[in-house]
């Protein structure tokens, strides 16, 4: 069965700092790994996707994500933190085809402090 | 217009009572899912549907069912609901061209059973 752990319940980090948000997976066969964001009272909006053969993914609003097959890690990063990149994250996988669900972790909050 | 709606936005109902969400599409995609969001236990998936003859249970169907009336319908029923069903509901579509397509969610159903 696949599944993702992402393992810090509780991010915090000062603005204007890098910061990592990290997620492991397992998954029979090739990994589909996606990163999605979420807003108060709001759905969840996809940021990032693992794209086979490029180990550093880069997405919306200024996020990356760095792909490590031997670690099963794919890890949320963003150089400079904002404010306004306060919100939960969520790592997800999907496995390959005919085992298309797509499973979450539990996900990360992520808080930036001024 | 949002391209995944869902309807109600709130709802709180009694114990016992039957109740249905609904969701709408107009992205065009063949997969829709339907997942609970539980604090610290991130998304569990409900059900998956890859077109309208294909509905699959995933990891918590029980005491839910599901129809998918259209290609771009696909409603969740909870036929006796009970407090422990208090949730955020998310519907979700990805397209069917492959595992590495990302999935769109909707606004979510915030659902409280007294």
């Known amino acids: 069965a696949q599944s993702v752990a992402q393992p810090e319940d509780q991010v915090n980090v000062a603005e204007g700092n890098p910061l990592t948000v990290k997620c492991t997976y397992s998954?029979?066969?090739?990994?589909?790994l996606f990163w999605y964001v979420q807003y108060p009272n709001r759905g969840l909006q996809f940021l990032l996707k693992?794209?086979?053969?490029?180990?550093l993914v880069k997405g919306s609003y200024g996020f990356e994500a760095e792909f490590n097959k031997s670690q099963t890690s794919f890890h949320l990063k963003k150089p400079s933190a904002l404010v306004s990149d306060s919100a939960l994250y969520f790592c997800a996988v999907r496995g390959h085809f005919g085992n298309e669900k797509l499973t979450f972790g539990t996900g990360t909050r992520l808080t930036i402090i001024p | 217009d949002a391209d995944v709606t869902q309807t109600p936005r709130n709802r709180i109902t009694k114990t016992g009572k039957r109740i249905m969400l609904e969701c709408s599409q107009t992205?065009?995609?063949?997969?829709m899912y339907w997942y609970r969001q539980d604090p610290g236990l991130g998304l569990r998936l409900i059900y998956y549907s890859f077109d309208v003859k294909d509905i699959n249970k995933g990891e918590i169907s029980d005491g839910y069912s599901v129809s998918r009336q259209a290609q771009a319908k696909f409603s969740l029923s909870l036929e006796s609901a009970i407090p422990n069903q208090t949730a955020l509901y998310f519907c979700?579509?990805?397209?069917?061209?492959?595992?590495?397509?990302?999935?769109?969610f909707g606004q979510g159903t915030r659902l409280t059973v007294v």
């Open positions: 693992y794209i086979t053969g490029d180990n």
């Open positions: 992205k065009g995609h063949d997969r």
């Open positions: 998954v029979s066969g090739n990994p589909y």
């Open positions: 979700a579509t990805s397209d069917g061209r492959g595992p590495n397509t990302e999935a769109f």
